[in-house]
């Protein structure tokens, strides 16, 4: 078993990176970490250490999913699931479904605007 600390980042194929980036920046907050290059940004969100990695699509790139079911953002506790869903869709993203885990535990899953499914 190789020990580790956790994932560093996940890397997400876009089509329009800094069309993608205003759409992290405006809906989650995330900031710019670096540039690597011009078609690759490594994002993360203020005080944690999670990181996305945007990358510009190349000709014949796949594009949302790839083996990619979902990935999550735990919302702080003072933010509605509603109001975390009102501010995907203002930024163009997408509504998928709402549902519970488990009594007292619910969820929703959106869609950012390469149609890659977030947990909220």
Do not use: C
């Amino acid at each position: 078993m190789i020990k580790t600390q956790g994932l560093t980042h996940i890397q997400l194929t876009v089509r329009d990176v800094n069309r993608s980036l205003k759409f992290y920046q405006g809906v989650f907050g995330m900031e710019v970490q670096y540039w690597h290059g011009s078609k690759m940004v490594f994002l993360r969100t203020p005080g944690a250490k999670d990181t996305i990695t945007l990358a510009q699509a190349g000709k014949g790139s796949a594009i949302a999913g790839g083996g990619v079911v979902h990935f999550g953002f735990r919302r702080a506790e003072s933010q509605s699931l509603d109001e975390a869903i009102r501010a995907v869709v203002a930024a163009g993203g997408k509504f998928i479904e709402r549902g519970e885990h488990a009594p007292g535990r619910p969820y929703a899953y959106v869609a950012d605007l390469d149609g890659y499914t977030i947990e909220l």
